[in-house]
């Protein structure tokens, strides 16, 4: 059982910087591949990014590719998702999901992890 709380939402101007993190719970932090994900008002969820349990690999929408980061410390049991050069249509709830076994096209859909945690919301500003 993994349980997770995101934090360091705000508003935001564009251009600007904000870090997410995502403290979890649990004794096999380090077992889970986590993922970001964020859904905007009227939209379907969508796949943000995501890393392996060691944090060797990393995974990336298009749309975010050298301007998000991210990252996770298995010492702190927390994923964090550094977010540079803010855009307006970055404006959503991200969400941090965290699961286990995922392999290719998994790592991308919110079908793939089975803990969630409840949100933080991102406003950028134009």
């Known amino acids: 059982q993994v349980q997770l709380v995101e934090s360091g939402g705000g508003l935001v101007q564009a251009g600007g910087s904000l870090r997410l993190s995502c403290a979890a719970s649990g004794r096999t932090f380090s077992m889970h591949g986590m993922g970001w994900f964020r859904q905007a008002p009227g939209k379907e969820r969508e796949f943000v990014a995501a890393l392996s349990g060691s944090g060797g690999s990393t995974y990336y929408a298009d749309s975010v590719k050298g301007r998000f980061t991210i990252s996770r410390d298995n010492t702190k049991n927390t994923v964090y998702l550094q977010m540079n050069s803010l855009k307006p249509e970055d404006t959503a709830v991200y969400y941090c999901?965290?699961?286990?076994?995922?392999?290719?096209?998994?790592?991308?859909?919110?079908?793939?992890?089975?803990?969630w945690g409840q949100g933080t919301q991102v406003t950028v500003s134009s």
């Open positions: 999901a965290a699961g286990r076994d995922l392999y290719g096209s998994m790592r991308y859909s919110p079908t793939g992890y089975g803990y």
